[in-house]
């Protein structure tokens, strides 16, 4: 009996949530600074059809993100979050726990991740493990671990710039930054004895040695707006920024791509993974929304049309690396199903 009231109780909040939602018109999209621009073009080609108004997309950030589409069901809700990375066992239980029980995670394609300055200044080719040492809290120095000592580019290597470390980057909420320390940082740290010793002796330690970004004011974090720290790069050509591939892709006439381990951050590269730094970008659509909000399904289909993610689609224009035809037909065939996501481990 009290199973049934209970049962009863959760069914009536989540369909209190829905109709609620009915109330409002227009899409609402939120989450990465890396995924917006690509929501951003997928949405106008949406409004420009005429049939739905033309949806809401606004930039918070993949973690942000998930923290409001995770919060509920109903108008005040989101329908839809982009993220620079899947989503986490945590963020997936908070869904569940707040009635967003039905899920469905579409991987639109791929993105490198750059170290990039100003076309002002020399572009440069840097290895993991130097940018480990030029980022990190902590470094490895003559078989210690210490405070990060390197002050300029020359200290950790001399074909480095002889200037100031100073990069931009995103923030911990940001999906690029979780992408960003387990791509790099993650993988430099290893390449010294008495750090990657700690990851059989001190497995706590040995993560914040590798994961924590330093705090001197050489590493700046620079917000969700990727935009901003590009303007950055063209005002001080001695500095550098942490961002998506799309962004140097669309600023190609004023900053460049640093060489990591010796590749280039090119479309071509990122495709066939030579390029090391890269990861799949998602969208997360709340599928007790669909059927409510309108054209909430055919934004779904047209985000996952051939002519937006496929090969020749203009998100491709816009960076967006595609999928391989096989998987994107998978991804397509999900998505229209609205087949819920398991629960990530």
Known sequence: MRKSLFLAAVTAVALTGAAHAQSRDQIMIVGSSTVFPFTTAVAENFARAGQFPAPVVESTGTGGGMQLFCAGVGEAHPDVTGASRAMKPSEFEKCVANGVGEVVEINIGYDGIVLANSRKAPAIDITKAQLFQALAKEVEVDGQIVPNPYQRWSE????????????????????TRDAWVELVMDVGCGEFPAIAALAESDKDRHAAVCQSMREDGRFIEAGENDNLIIQRLNNEPNAFGIFGFSFLDANQDSIQGARVD???????????????????????VKAAHVGVIPGLKEFVA?????????????????????????????????????????APK
Do not use: C, H, K
Request: proline share 11%.
């Open 156 to 175: 950790i290597d001399p074909s480095l710039p002889e200037v100031e470390i100073q990069v931009f980057g995103p923030p911990p909420t940001s999906g």
């Open 262 to 284: 010796g590749v280039e951050p090119t479309f071509e590269n990122i495709a066939d993974s030579s390029y090391s730094v890269s990861r799949p970008l998602f969208v997360y």
């Open 302 to 342: 047209e985000y996952t049309s051939e002519r937006a993610m496929g090969e020749e689609g203009y998100l491709s224009d816009r960076g967006l690396i595609p999928l391989p035809e096989e998987e994107a037909e998978t991804v397509r065939e999900q998505a229209l199903n609205l087949t819920a996501m398991a």
